[in-house]
């Protein structure tokens, strides 16, 4: 089972985080990696990797919005 934002996903290898998020998309409100911080596991990755990220079973990703405040 791979999680994100809290959405549950059967888990397939080979698929990558980018495939993932085109899954969710089409059911759920979109989201990408600009602008956005993609956290797998705890871990804050850099979007370039989020792109090429090969999931793994038991995987929690979060990906939010950057806020810019002040």
């Known amino acids: ?5 809290g ?7 080979g ?3 980018t495939g993932l998020i085109e899954s969710y ?3 759920h ?3 990408g990696f600009d602008d956005c911080v993609v956290i ?6 850099s979007a370039q990797n989020a792109r090429e990220w090969r999931l793994c079973e038991n995987d929690t990703i ?3 919005p950057i806020l ?3």
Request: glycine share 10%; aromatic share 6%; net charge negative.
């Open 29 to 31: 409100a979109n989201i």
């Open 7 to 13: 959405v549950e996903f059967e888990y397939r290898e």
């Open 68 to 70: 810019d405040g002040g």
């Open 62 to 64: 979060i990906i939010a």
């Open 25 to 27: 998309n089409l059911s």
């Open 40 to 45: 797998i596991n705890g871990a804050a990755i």
């Open 15 to 17: 698929v990558s985080l």
């Open 1 to 5: 089972m791979i999680r994100l934002n």
